[in-house]
């Protein structure tokens, strides 16, 4: 059945998500003359570089997340759905939804990236992944309900193992979330809970490559690397997991630690929707030429995460990251107008502004086009870069609200088991 | 098996319920030489006067919850334990908890009310109550939700019954709902849903009574009515609920509504636990006399919202308010104290402050013990007295900068489906 959407003659340009890829594409076409219809599973947009401060306590989920409706309340050729996609029917130029079929004129594919468990079903089973906002807020519950459980035991190996936290991938992501449970174990866990011993508090973070931040320069590794071990943070590299059943986890090199906590930082695979055909994947994403056109199908394109723009340039497509997306979301509003005017379009360019990441207090590592520096400088950097690309003013104020609160008192307010993850005890 | 608690010489203090006399009580202890252990589902104590607020996308829960082991950081001789309490065993001194069995020589029931449905299973099953976070999250995802899914529908009669809001209940909490309800209508929904046509949304207070908010007087009550009505609220007095089948409601004078919203906020009944004797209980709370002391029993208590002090002046027990909680805390623990000395008791005595409740902004209605008024002014002293007497300089800080966003802006930021209630589209 068809969703019930206002039919006009003006050309439908459905985008599939609504993360910093087809926000910014959206917004750019604000003064032309179509439908944009936006399809999301949530109602909000996810600011993901914060999620780890949700998931340790540092921030609320209504700080990182903003409602999709509120950021387009002004452009009137913008409609929302909240929905998820099964398929695309390319040769009706539809897709099929949870909420019923929607036709496009043009079709966008903006839909990010899902975790990567690399096959493995065990671990997929029993590590906590944090890749959305209920995710996050699944592991900031694992790790009190832990501290709660290790009182109640009087099984020392079993308390230890849910005191043990190990953190699996030595991305950004990774070592944000193993420096914020180092802030955790210094600050917050011995105040609540003096009846343990918090020197059984371990934190551990597993890397496969040779070095931490791989994206980053040799310097910033090593830096991440110092940073991550000040705060209490045993760094293994060159370490792989091969299996983990919720009690133990099993690595690469043999070596086994028994865990109640594993977290899944370790990888990431574009999240297609099946329909476009055998040409049009890339390993696990989808290749599109340097308009962001699909392989194939003329009026289909894939921006962001899912998106490998192949060029003799670029035969790997760019990095996964917010700036990407939002460069392309950027490039293609422009190259569908030209469209629309039968001109001619511009390839996509991706200008590099730099990566950053933090351990913690006063710890971060920054690498800009022509610098590149580490700790307390770079750590407000860091603070100052995501306070100002946070949606929405109330946000930004929230955050420098809670941020400078958290800064003076060595303290984080939110340490509430409001969803239990597991079965309440 | 008992739960894993140190055993001391000392007299343990066992206090079921971390919410205003529960907490009020174990902090006014902190100098007694005593092992003081409370217990609570949740490992936060509840500000329930804002819980509304939450509700209705206002406040997140972080801003009116506070984790109780936070509160107690520096009192050494408390310990807190996560548990549900299943049953008293007064001839043994002890409780039966979800976590294990633990010994008492005082136990303190301060476990406060759960919601009444009075019998009605179909109201029970199919109308949201608000009585604890969760709940009170599940109602700010359904009204979103509702509104989702009138987007989708081409009936007209399930569009309207998706936009008709029945708020049963004409008490602080009610009319609280309904107004907060009312300022959704006027200034939020209608920007982000601007292809429904607002003026369906429907929002009725249902009251069993011949009038609002009966526990204050007469000219309040007027006033509360009119005040709904500014914010286009039907208000509906000597009605009752007979039935609810989550599509269609029904009322004691045979008229019905559709609706698919029917928030509860209709009465309560102290929250007692099995195993005090039928001597203990009056109605549905716990007979205690002027010393909070349970019938029957030497070293049972019981305070607050649970607990009717009957006494020939007051044959029916205190309101089922915040202030009495915490009168009855402050005078159990001296009693407490008292006891261990060998000392005289004293009999407790209800001081009012006061009683109000606000319907939305500007308009507020205030009765203090010598004066009554209503308006805005009203409004500035209800703010100021709930800002007050929040849990946490942080929490205090976080809900003024919201507050005063929304005044100024006239928004609300918290429309984020995050825990859909019910199953997503």
Known sequence: MPVNISVTNKPRVVIIGGGFGGIELAKKLSREDIQIVLLDKNNYHTFQPLLYQVATGGLEPDSIA???????????????????????????????????????????????????????????????????????LNLRSLV?????KALLTVDLPERDSLMTFVVVGGGPTGIETAGALGELKNHILPRDYPELDINKMQIHIIEKSDRLVNAMSNQSSIKAEEFLKRFDVNVWLNTGVTSYDGKKIIFSNGKQLLSQSVIWAAGVAGASIPGLGEKASFGNRIKVDCYNRVAGHANIFALGDV??????????????????????????????????????????????????????????????????????LAWFVWMFVHLMTLVGFRNRLVVFVNWTWSYFSYDRGLRLIIRPFRKPL
Chains 1, 2 share one sequence.
């Open 144 to 148: 009190l309900q832990n501290f709660e």
């Open 307 to 376: 998106a490998a723009v192949v060029t003799a340039k670029n035969p790997n497509g760019h990095p996964m990251l917010a700036p990407v997306a939002i460069q392309q979301g950027s490039c293609l509003a422009n190259n569908l107008s030209r469209l629309l005017r039968n001109e001619e379009l511009i390839p996509f360019q991706y200008q590099s502004l730099g990566v950053m990441a933090t351990v913690g207090r006063n710890h971060a590592v920054v690498e800009l086009p022509f610098v590149k520096f580490q700790g307390i």
């Open 66 to 136: 903003f409602p999709i409706r509120k950021i387009f309340k002004h452009q009137n050729n913008f409609i929302f759905r909240m929905a998820e996609v099964l398929r695309i029917n390319p040769e009706h130029n539809a897709i099929e939804t949870s909420i019923g079929e929607i036709e496009y004129d043009y079709l966008i594919l903006a839909t990010g990236s899902r975790t990567n468990f690399f096959g493995m079903t065990d671990v997929a089973t029993h590590a906590v992944p944090m890749k959305t906002i209920p995710e996050a």
